[in-house]
């Protein structure tokens, strides 16, 4: 069964929409779309390239803090060693647990 279309000038009459008035019911034009979409690609884009500042800077923090507590492993004293293993324990358990989190993304 085909729907009949969806008559406006009845919805105005109803009075459970009360408010809703003929200058409230806006119909965009193509050109407002356009400028929509073109909006909301700009800033989808934006988002986006923050997102992967946000995660370079993440990586290169954490890789060179391992990388770090590494050095401290091999060149360190007992103590030192103890406090940079366990950094680095957690850092590995960390992005293990990243990856298995989102390999189904």
Same mark, same amino acid.
């Given at each position: 069964m085909a729907e009949a279309p969806l008559n406006l000038q009845e919805l105005l009459k109803d009075r459970k929409y009360g408010d809703l008035t003929e200058s409230t019911i806006h119909v965009e034009s193509t050109e407002e779309a356009a400028?929509?979409?073109? +909006?909301?690609?700009?800033?989808? /884009?934006? /988002?986006? /390239? +923050?997102?992967l500042t946000i995660l370079w800077f993440a990586l290169v923090m954490v890789f060179g803090f391992s990388a770090w507590c590494i050095y401290v492993c091999v060149t360190g004293s007992v103590d030192d060693k103890k406090w940079a293993q366990t950094i680095v324990a957690s850092i590995c358990t960390g992005l293990l647990t990243y990856a298995v989190g989102h390999r189904n993304d």
């Open positions: 400028a929509r979409r073109l +909006e909301a690609s700009a800033q989808a /884009k934006h /988002k986006r /390239k +923050e997102r």
